[in-house]
């Protein structure tokens, strides 16, 4: 009753928000733990729980898509990923998380797609664009297309590490 008196009433919507998110930190803690534990259906039935609660929060979406991941329910993995994308589609996470849901489900162009949104994030730390790149060079290989991978590595200047150069040999 008070959300329809009140209802443009910042205070309130405010508290409700905090309260929605109070609910739903440890249904996601539970989730994260059982999924480091193996105990994927529990992970996942805590996560959507979690992400009902505050679908604002990206590590709720995160655990999400990563419990679906892990019981291989890539469709439910894709979907979990676009809802995410809903929420924020400046993230890194849930495009490449996405993306390798799409690959396995062999919608390989969809998932370069992703890989290139992605990439296209403004702001983007050089060790973020490092690690798409490398994912989508890996995601190429497995897919018997060594000249994409390479493609993939090509903007990538050689590191101290000399992982770049070993990714293209």
Do not use: C
């Not at 493609?151 to 200047?157: E, F, G, I, N």
């Amino acid at each position: 009753q008070a959300l329809a008196v009140f209802a443009d009433d910042d205070t309130l919507l405010m508290r409700r928000e905090a309260i929605r998110r109070q609910l739903a930190a440890p249904l996601a803690v539970e989730g994260y733990r059982a999924l480091e534990q193996g105990r994927v259906p529990f992970a996942i039935d805590q996560a959507r729980k979690a992400v009902a609660w505050a679908p604002e929060i990206a590590a709720n979406q995160q655990l999400l898509i990563s419990a679906l991941l892990a019981a291989n329910d890539y469709r439910g993995a894709e979907l979990a990923a676009s809802g995410a994308l809903a929420q924020d589609d400046g993230e890194i996470a849930p495009w490449i998380l996405r993306s390798y849901a799409l690959d396995r489900q062999g919608k390989t162009q969809a998932a370069q797609a992703d890989l290139n949104r992605a990439l296209a994030i403004d702001g983007l730390l050089e060790t973020e664009t490092r690690d798409i790149r490398f994912f989508a060079g890996d995601a190429a290989l497995a897919h018997g297309e060594p000249q994409q991978a390479l493609d993939h590595l090509q903007p990538l200047a050689d590191d101290d590490s000399g992982e770049v150069a070993r990714r293209r040999a």
